[in-house]
């Protein structure tokens, strides 16, 4: 059974960090990309990050370049997303997904499985 298990989210004040953790099981990690996505209320899911297992090639949207890492622990098949110098228009529900073959997906219908969210909020 393939699990994707995100925790990590919490309360934090603008300027504060928070490192989100995917924990992956039931599939082959190395084969697969896995992304991580945020939906704020109102609003459409969207990628931020993404990470190729078997490459290590990322992929950052422009909104969070320079303060968010995404790294993998292929020993744990875990990704790790930093998120440092947090804003308040962080706020959101972040998810992680998985990919098949390992490529750079940006979009949800690129994922083949999710994870539950876990939610982020910056206080301002």
């Known amino acids: 059974e393939v699990q994707l298990q995100a925790s990590g989210g919490g309360l934090v004040q603008a300027g504060g960090s928070l490192r989100l953790s995917c924990a992956a099981s039931?599939?082959?990690?190395?084969?697969?990309?896995i992304g991580w996505f945020r939906q704020a209320p109102g609003k459409d899911r969207e990628a931020i990050s993404c990470?190729?297992?078997?490459?290590?090639?990322?992929y950052y949207a422009d909104s969070v370049q320079g303060r968010f890492t995404i790294s993998s622990d292929n020993a744990k098949n875990t990704v790790y997303l930093q998120m440092n110098s947090l804003k308040p228009e962080d706020t959101a529900v972040y998810y992680c997904?998985?990919?098949?073959?390992?490529?750079?997906?940006?979009?949800?219908?690129?994922?083949?499985?999710w994870g539950q969210g876990t939610l982020v909020t910056v206080s301002s």
């Open positions: 997904a998985a990919r098949s073959f390992g490529g750079l997906g940006r979009t949800t219908a690129e994922y083949d499985y």
């Open positions: 039931g599939f082959t990690f190395r084969d697969y990309a």
């Open positions: 990470i190729s297992i078997k490459d290590g090639r990322t």
